[in-house]
């Protein structure tokens, strides 16, 4: 699934789409397009403009666009990818096919020159926005501070986990970097948040940053160590201890009951 690193691959290619014109807007499915957007809205707003930028809050791609157009703003779900003039960074997602069906294309951008900057969705659970509500997001996982930790696990009695996949709180962080960061940590996913130590919450701090830059570099939010473990009567790859499987903040959660507390 897409999450903030992903994400970032698919910031680094739009990158490449910096300085071209968008001369065509592709939106063939309405309910892809959020806000009460419609075809001929999104259209008549970015035809004709330059891409002067790209940013990435947690999992939201922004692309810049010149004078005063809004900012577009594209969210990818579980299964969405991007390519650009037919070449896609990402072709295999942890819960997506590996197929690239041309029904499948949700909106694109047809640059000068004829290349096109592709969204393809199987199921339909990203979107595309103009001027998005980023101050709706938290900070950044993979930037964030002990102060904006703290800040972010607050006082809370939810669920560790649960506090972790709050975008309004941290953004960026899914299911599969979530598992990953608190095996690494030891911290049990189900504990209350409130319940951390200061010496824990530092240390989580640092465990955020760090999981995912060693998951970028290795090549995506599916490649931790506890991820070949995730599946029924499987056991810790730390210690061999047999792993949990729960339902904690809506999503099936892997976590191991001797180091994780």
Known sequence: ?????????????????VGRRIDAVEAPD????????????????????????TD???????????????ELGLRFGMTGRLALDGEAPIT?????????????DRFALVLDGGA??????P?????????????ALGPDAWTITLAQLR???GTSTAPLKARLLDQSKIAGLGNLLVDETLWRAGLDPARPTRSLADAEVKALARRIRSTVTALFDRGGSHTG??????????TCPRDGAPLQRRTIGGRTTYSCPVHQR
């Open 92 to 104: 295999d997602l942890e819960y997506g096919s590996k197929r690239d069906l041309p029904e499948w």
């Open 116 to 121: 096109r900057l592709r969204m393809a969705d």
């Open 151 to 153: 800040t972010a696990l």
């Open 225 to 234: 160590d506890l991820q070949a473990a995730r599946h029924r009567e499987s």
């Open 123 to 135: 199921r339909r659970l990203g979107g595309v926005e103009l001027d998005p509500p980023v101050e």
């Open 30 to 53: 309405d309910w892809f397009l959020k806000g009460g957007l419609t075809p001929n809205v999104v259209e008549g707003a970015l035809t004709g403009a330059t891409i002067t930028g």
């Open 1 to 17: 699934m897409p999450e903030l690193i992903e994400v970032e691959v698919y910031r680094r290619l739009a990158d490449r789409a």
């Open 56 to 70: 990435r809050i947690g999992k939201l791609l922004l692309v810049h666009l010149d004078g005063d157009r809004p």
